[in-house]
């Protein structure tokens, strides 16, 4: 069994499970994480998971908004380990290069005012997120894509090829 987790409150999980894939958005609570991967696994001998790895601050968020990104991606990490299920972190551009192609953007000159660079970088990934999300569901059209499960798709089916 294969699972693949994009941390967050925006995230999803997905799984391919003796030929099925499936996904969910992320649980709200760490009880609910815990139960949802709990189900996701149950009668299953083993399964190894693939979670993006991600940084615990991103520029514009608060102070306290990192740390309860970095306390979730804890939770996630701990309800792995409890129901004893290997995994290993991919960055997202490893996986996202594989799946949609390495991005051709031009450089954004550094005398950019901050409002512009950010508008602009919002909307390269506005752009990134709805080609995983056409892609995932071209691959899985039997499955529900959303934009909050779409890159966990991505990462299932990276780890589903890396596994062959």
């Known amino acids: 069994m294969l699972i693949a987790i994009d941390p967050g409150q925006s995230g999803g999980i997905a799984w391919k499970r003796n030929g099925t894939v499936e996904c969910i ?8 994480v815990l139960k949802a ?10 399964a190894s998971c693939l979670i993006e790895q991600v940084g615990g601050y991103m520029p514009g968020n608060s102070g306290p908004a990192a740390v309860k990104f970095a306390r979730h991606c804890g939770h996630l990490d ?6 004893g299920i290997s995994h290993s972190s991919i960055l997202p551009a490893k996986w996202e290069h594989w799946f949609i192609g390495k991005p051709s ?5 550094k005398e950019t005012p901050a409002a512009e660079r950010r508008r602009l970088l919002a909307e390269r990934k506005r752009e ?6 056409a892609k995932a569901q071209a691959l899985f059209p039997g499955v529900k894509v959303t934009l909050k499960t779409a890159d966990a798709l991505g990462m299932l089916a990276y780890a589903m090829e890396v596994s062959k």
Request: glycine content about 6%.
């Open 105 to 109: 953007y031009p450089k954004i000159p």
């Open 37 to 46: 991967i709990q189900a996701i696994t149950l009668g299953i001998g083993s």
């Open 25 to 32: 958005e992320m649980p709200d609570t760490p009880l609910d």
């Open 78 to 83: 701990m309800a792995l380990l409890a129901l």
């Open 128 to 133: 990134r997120k709805t080609k995983i999300k």
